[in-house]
């Protein structure tokens, strides 16, 4: 069983930053891959990104390809979400995810991933 703590998340005016980071319990760490869902108020869960067990090879969603980076320390066993240039399409909750594996065939799919924490919101307006 692997617990998922996300923290990080609050409101930031358009073109802001903020860092999210995602604490994992456990300690094969690095035998999971990790994404990033969020979810607006009446919409559905939307990756974000992922990346592998390795941290060698990172995925994104097109909305935030450039502005958002994904990174983890194995050794802290946290993943990191860097959130730079938000717009107000990017309020939602945003969600941790892991999958017991240390590479996932569909990224962006919701079912490849068997842990999730509780979420953090991320408000972006002036």
């Known amino acids: 069983q692997v617990q998922l703590v996300e923290s990080g998340g609050g409101l930031v005016q358009p073109g802001g930053s903020l860092r999210l980071s995602c604490a994992a319990s456990?300690?094969?760490?690095?035998?999971?891959?990790m994404g990033w869902f969020r979810q607006a108020p009446g919409k559905e869960r939307d990756f974000v990104t992922a990346?592998?067990?390795?941290?060698?090879?990172?995925y994104y969603a097109a909305s935030v390809k450039g502005r958002f980076t994904i990174s983890r320390d194995n050794a802290k066993n946290t993943v990191y979400l860097q959130m730079n240039n938000l717009k107000p399409e990017d309020t939602a909750v945003y969600y941790c995810?892991?999958?017991?594996?240390?590479?996932?065939?569909?990224?962006?799919?919701?079912?490849?991933?068997?842990?999730w924490g509780q979420g953090t919101q991320v408000t972006v307006s002036s």
């Open positions: 995810a892991a999958a017991r594996r240390p590479v996932v065939v569909r990224a962006g799919a919701t079912d490849e991933y068997d842990y």
């Open positions: 456990g300690r094969t760490f690095s035998s999971y891959a």
């Open positions: 990346i592998t067990g390795s941290g060698g090879y990172a």
